[in-house]
C-alpha cells in the first residue's frame, strides 16, 4: 500500500496528525472520513482540497466515507466564524444535501463493488432519532463543559474576540460532530476523521467521545487535518471579483474555472501543483524547475489549469475551455467562435462593449459602416470607420472585411451574436433580437 501521510506530507497537505495515525494507516485497510457542510446546493473550491484527500485515501488502498451534514447543518459549525449564522429550513437543507451528493458523486463511485469502496452517509439519518434528553443523557454527560469550552471556536467567541458570544446551539455543535465520529467508529470500523485546521477541535472531541462511550477500553480513534489554503499575498483562496468558483458549470462556466486556474501567481502556482493534482512528486518538481528557468512561459499555470480543469469538469470541457482561451489570444476562425455555447461566449468577451440590432437589419444585410456607426454608436463616425477598413483592421467573426461587406444572419454566433474587432485588441458584440 501507498503511505496516505508521505503522500500528503509532501504536498503540504498535513497541518496537525494525532500521534500514531500513520501507524494504524500502514498497518493495512483503514476507514476514514471527512464531512461537508450543507450551506449550498454545491461545492466551490474550497471543498475542492477534503474530496482530492478522499481521492487520495482511496488511491493509497483505504475506504473513504464522506459525510453529509444533514443534522450538523441546521445547527451551525463555529469553527472561524465570528457570528451565528442564519439557520437554513428544511425544505432548503434538503436541497443543498442532495446537491452536495450529486456533486461528491462524480468524483467517488459510491455504487463500486471494490472491497475499499466509497461510502457517502448522511448523520440525519442517525441523528433524527434522538431526543433532547437521550442526547443529553448518552452523550452530553461524557464529555465535560470544561473540555468544550478550552477549544479554540469556543474560546474566541465567549471572550469577544470573535463576536459577540455564541448560543447553546453553536456550543454542542462539537458534541454532535463528536458523535457522528462515534456512529462511524461503531457501525463502519472508522478510524480516523480528516479535515480542515480549523476542524481540530471538534475532530479531537470526536476521539475523545469514541474513548469513552465504547465498551472497548482499548477503543482509538485518530485525527488528522491539512492547512486552510491561502493566496501568497495572504488573501482568502477560492473568491474572484464575481465570487466564489463553483464546481457545477451552472453556477461557473467551464471557461471561468479554467481562467482561474491559469490566472494563478508564480508562489501559488507551484504550491496549488501540489495540492489540487495527482501528478507524481518527480513530474511536479520538474515543472517547476522548468518554470522558475522560464516564468514567462507559465508552464506551472498552464498545466495546473488543464489537471484541476479535467479533473473537475473532463477532458472535452477542458478543450473547449482552451479553445475559448485562444480566441482572445491565438488565431481564432469563425468557425471555432461558432462551436461556442451562449454562457462561453458571453464569459469570453465579459466587459466588451455591446449594443443590440433589430433581426430584420441583418436579415435584409447591415451595411459594415452602419453596424459600426449608426446603429451601434461603437465608433464616433462614419469617417472613423471607413479609415479603420481602408487600413484593413477591420474583421467580422476574426476575419478581414471591406467597405462593402454586409452583415447577414450567416454571420450569426449561436444565432444572436457577431463579433465585430478594430485592430488587434478592441472588441465589439453586436446582439442580434
Given amino acids: ?100 451528493k450529486r456533486v461528491l458523486s462524480r468524483f467517488l463511485d459510491f455504487s463500486s463493488t471494490a472491497a475499499n469502496a466509497p461510502l457517502l452517509v448522511n448523520n440525519y439519518d442517525w441523528m433524527k432519532e434522538f431526543s433532547f434528553i437521550g442526547f443529553a443523557r448518552d452523550v452530553g454527560k461524557r464529555i465535560t463543559v470544561n473540555y468544550m469550552m478550552a477549544k479554540d471556536s469556543v474560546k474566541k467567541r465567549l471572550t469577544g474576540e470573535a463576536g459577540s458570544g455564541m448560543s447553546f446551539t453553536e456550543f454542542t455543535y462539537q458534541l454532535i460532530q463528536g458523535y457522528d465520529f462515534y456512529h462511524l467508529y461503531k457501525n463502519y470500523n472508522c478510524v480516523l476523521q480528516l479535515g480542515g485546521s480549523d476542524q ?32 501568497a499575498d495572504g488573501s482568502k483562496f477560492g473568491k474572484s471579483e464575481g465570487g466564489n468558483i463553483w464546481l457545477d458549470a451552472d453556477k461557473t462556466s467551464v471557461y471561468k474555472f479554467y481562467q482561474f486556474w491559469l490566472n494563478t501567481t508564480d508562489a501559488d502556482a507551484e504550491k496549488y501543483i501540489k495540492i489540487f493534482t495527482f501528478l507524481a512528486q518527480d513530474e511536479v518538481e520538474a515543472l517547476i524547475d522548468g518554470h522558475r528557468q522560464a516564468p514567462h512561459l507559465r508552464l506551472l499555470q498552464k498545466r495546473l489549469a488543464e489537471e484541476v480543469t479535467a479533473f473537475v469538469h473532463s477532458r472535452e470541457d477542458l478543450e473547449n475551455a482552451v ?39 441583418i436579415h435584409a444585410g447591415l ?20 479609415r479603420a477598413l481602408k487600413e484593413n483592421s477591420v474583421a467580422v467573426n476574426r476575419e478581414k472585411v471591406g467597405e462593402e461587406y454586409h452583415l447577414t444572419a450567416k454571420d450569426l454566433i449561436n444565432g444572436q451574436f457577431i463579433l465585430l474587432q478594430r485592430g488587434k485588441k478592441t472588441y465589439f458584440v453586436i446582439r442580434v433580437r
Avoid at 473550491?45 to 488511491?59: A, E
Avoid at 491565438?330 to 455591446?354: I, M, S
Avoid at 459602416?369 to 471607413?386: G, H, I, M, S, Y
Fill in 323 to 361: 479553445k475559448a482561451s485562444s480566441i482572445l489570444f491565438g488565431n481564432a476562425t469563425a468557425d471555432d467562435l461558432k462551436q461556442l455555447d451562449e454562457n462561453t461566449f458571453l464569459d469570453v468577451f465579459e466587459g466588451v462593449p455591446q449594443a443590440e440590432v433589430a433581426k430584420d437589419d
Fill in 200 to 231: 481540530w477541535g471538534n475532530i479531537t472531541t470526536g476521539t475523545e467521545l469514541i474513548r469513552r462511550m465504547s465498551d472497548d477500553e482499548g477503543a482509538k480513534a485518530y485525527a488528522m487535518t491539512c492547512p486552510l489554503i491561502t493566496k
Fill in 367 to 386: 451595411n459594415i459602416v452602419d453596424a459600426f456607426v449608426a446603429k451601434t454608436n461603437f465608433l464616433p463616425t462614419n469617417a472613423e470607420a471607413r
Fill in 1 to 100: 500500500m501507498k503511505n496516505f501521510v508521505e503522500e500528503l506530507k509532501w504536498r503540504g497537505m498535513v497541518h496537525d496528525i494525532m500521534p500514531g495515525t500513520e501507524e494504524q494507516l500502514n498497518k493495512g485497510m483503514a476507514t476514514a472520513y471527512i464531512g461537508f457542510d450543507p450551506t449550498s446546493d454545491s461545492l466551490h473550491i474550497g471543498s475542492l482540497v477534503p474530496i482530492i484527500i478522499l481521492v487520495h485515501l482511496q488511491k493509497c488502498g483505504h475506504k473513504p466515507v464522506a459525510l453529509v451534514g444533514g443534522a450538523t447543518g441546521m445547527i451551525g459549525d463555529p469553527s472561524g466564524k465570528s457570528d451565528e449564522r442564519n439557520l437554513l429550513d428544511e425544505a432548503a437543507l434538503e436541497r443543498n444535501v442532495a446537491g452536495i
